[in-house]
């Protein structure tokens, strides 16, 4: 997902928080005691303090999409990598029917 620019950011905070404050206060009214639950307000004042807060500016100088910044040489590990004509293995359970039916018992399969 793309970052969004800093102005886009406070915007969608202050909207969020807007909400959430409006839907949480006819909560409370219609269903709850305000005189009890008013702290669970304090939650979008949280989140309406956390959008204002100050933002870098994004860096206009991104990279090209060739030129990235890792070095991926020698990745994977060669000792990661099977020999070529085995195949890789893998780490998943045997099928239910090939397990012993109750475990710990004979050799004695499900039907």
């Known amino acids: ?4 620019d ?6 969608l905070g202050l909207w969020t928080a807007g909400w959430l404050f409006a839907l949480l ?19 979008p004042l949280l989140w309406a303090a956390v959008a204002l ?3 870098r500016p994004r860096a206009r100088g991104r990279q090209a999409y060739g030129e990235a910044d890792d070095d991926l ?4 590990p060669h000792d990661d990598v099977p020999p070529p004509g085995r195949p890789a293995p893998t780490r998943e359970m045997p099928a239910s029917w090939q397990q012993p ?3 710990g018992t004979s050799d004695r399969r499900r039907r």
Do not use: N
């Open 73 to 76: 040489r020698g990745w994977p």
């Open 101 to 103: 039916w109750p475990p």
């Open 6 to 11: 800093p102005g886009e950011a406070r915007v």
């Open 53 to 55: 807060r100050p933002r």
């Open 1 to 4: 997902m793309a970052r969004r």
């Open 25 to 43: 206060v006819a909560g409370i009214l219609r269903f709850g005691d305000l005189s009890v639950q008013w702290p669970v307000l304090l939650v």
